[in-house]
């Protein structure tokens, strides 16, 4: 058993003199080095300083509004300035370190917020996050400073397809974001506008979307889409109906042809031909074609260019021009209209190389084959030329030279009707119809006495038919008296005879005054016509 109560000696004890260190002392290093690595990670991570124009900071907050691409974060505000021109703001933006490869020359910079326009809602994921902008990167040298996008660019970032080109006289209400579309569907957009070098026309740069690129091609057409198309022409009206959206903004429609194949479509760049609408686009472009000019008697009026030029209604050419001209020493007045023939439409049979196109309308001339104005419609009043065969008409040439070659004319079925017209008013208007109407006065006046007169007349028949129908009575009465005298001498002496001759005698003249009276009673015009004789009406 140990005895606890031994003492050592002092001199025996040894202290241990080495110092162990404190583990509280590696907290401050520990913190220095995570402090120092995140400096280092903060440096690290930041990229490039920017510095961004934009009209107004409607939506953008220091240190809270991002800056996105492909809606990934590469930058953030920090900070917001009047511009030293006092209209624009200036956003100073800290970029992150891969990001440089974004900031080029053509880098595009623009605010997202919720917009609501004809092509539909965009931006509405805004709403709730705030605005942001939004980055499209460009080609160019690295540059820091860049002005913003008033509105957001049509095309995004990662759109595949091809640009092209399209000129036209008539740009209308075509601007950036104008949809193109193929078949209702919408296919493309307008990207920008300009005038072109000579400042003749106006280029417009169009996106087509893969896969509908692959249907541009060498005779694609183009023209503007309005939604509603109405025209009125010659053959009448034609109304034609586009999407919903390109009546309300306008948009550009294309079409591919049928004699292009998949080895025809075109490169980016190509430059097309925008029409002003579907019926212009659809018009056959023929080589070899065939000028006059042509002379009208009459009024063209409801003839216009473009107006078609049929033989025995089939078209066969167009009118190019009409223009009005004096000559100042005859004070004559002429109305050329220059015609294009295009002999393509028509089909050869039994062709003949000798014989030239030219020298071919010749000979229909000389048949016979003349121009003349004809209504297209009875609608729109418009007129047409249409050529054909009146061989009895005679050629009346100008004396004038054209630089065309002229084509023999004839009046119209409507002048010719007019011409008949005036000469029947002429002939109407050179009758004298004063002394005419002098002459018919003074009929009527006689007619009107001549009625008078047979109406008294028949008032004196009705008074003598009175007098008639008195003498009858008085007639009976002595015809009853002479009879009752007869009686009172014998039969077979000579008085009793003449006595009964004298009575058939009366009572024959009674009769016929009787049937006389009669007459008369049914048909008392006859005492001014005379009787009518049997069977006649």
Excluded at 302 to 323: D, F, H, N, W
Excluded at 495 to 515: D, F, G, I, R
Aim: no cysteine; aromatic share 8%.
């Amino acid at each position: 058993m140990t005895d606890f109560n031994e003492t050592f000696d002092a001199d025996e004890v040894k202290l241990n003199k080495k110092t162990e260190l404190s583990l509280i002392w590696f907290l401050p290093v520990i913190a220095i080095l995570v402090s120092g690595w995140l400096i280092y990670k903060s440096f690290s991570e930041k990229g490039d300083v920017v510095t961004i124009s934009f009209p107004t900071a409607e939506g953008l907050d220091v240190d809270k509004t991002k800056i996105k691409y492909l809606d990934v974060e590469v930058g953030k505000v920090t900070a917001i300035n009047i511009n030293d021109d006092l209209k624009t703001i200036v956003v100073t933006a800290q970029m992150n370190a891969n990001s440089s490869n974004y900031l080029k020359e053509n880098t595009q910079f623009w605010v997202v917020r919720p917009q609501v326009g004809l092509g539909g809602i965009s931006g509405l994921g805004t709403l709730l996050s705030g605005a942001y902008i939004e980055l499209k990167p460009g080609l160019g040298e690295h540059i820091h400073d860049f002005k913003g996008l008033s509105n957001p660019p049509p095309l995004k970032a990662n759109a595949e397809g091809k640009k092209f080109i399209l000129e036209t006289n008539n740009l209308g209400s075509m601007k950036t974001g104008t949809p193109i579309n193929f078949h209702g569907i919408t296919v493309g957009e307008v990207l920008t506008h300009e005038l072109s070098a000579e400042a003749d026309a106006i280029r417009l740069t169009i996106f087509i979307h893969k896969p509908y690129d692959q249907f541009i091609r060498k005779n694609t057409r183009f023209w503007i889409d309005s939604g509603v198309d109405l025209s009125a022409s010659a053959d009448g009206f034609k109304v034609r109906t586009g999407p919903l959206i390109s009546l309300l903004s306008g948009g550009i429609a294309f079409r591919a042809s049928s004699e292009d194949s998949i080895e025809t479509i075109q490169p980016e760049d190509t430059v097309y031909r925008l029409y002003d609408n579907y019926e212009n686009s659809t018009e056959i472009t023929y080589k070899d074609t065939l000028h006059y000019v042509m002379y009208f008697n009459g009024s063209v009026r409801g003839l216009t260019e473009g107006a078609p030029v049929q033989l025995r209604g089939y078209p066969v050419g167009k009118v190019l021009s009409i223009s009005l001209e004096l000559d100042e020493k005859t004070a004559d007045i002429r109305i050329p209209v220059i015609v294009e023939l295009q002999p393509e439409r028509i089909k050869e049979v039994n062709p003949d190389v000798d014989v030239s196109p030219e020298e071919m309308v010749k000979q229909l001339i000389d048949k016979g084959l003349r121009a003349q104005l004809q209504t297209g419609s009875l609608l729109t009043g418009q007129l047409l030329v249409d050529l054909d065969f009146h061989p009895q008409s005679k050629i009346t040439l100008s004396s004038r030279q054209a630089f065309y070659p002229e084509f023999p004319t004839t009046a119209s079925s409507l002048d010719q009707f007019t011409h008949s017209a005036n000469i029947i008013m002429d002939k109407i208007a050179k009758l004298p119809l004063e002394n005419l109407t002098t002459e018919i006065n003074k009929t009527l006046q006689g007619l009107q006495g001549t009625t008078t007169a047979a109406t008294n007349t028949l008032n004196s028949v009705k008074g003598t038919m009175g007098t008639v129908d008195k003498t009858l009575n008085s007639a009976d009465k002595t015809l009853n008296t002479a009879q009752k005298a007869l009686s009172n001498f014998e039969a077979g002496a000579t008085t009793h005879y003449q006595l009964e001759q004298l009575l058939q005698e009366l009572t024959q003249a009674a009769s016929s005054v009787k049937q006389l009276t009669d007459y008369l009673a049914q048909h008392p015009e006859s005492v001014v016509s005379g009787k009518t004789e049997e069977g006649e009406k």
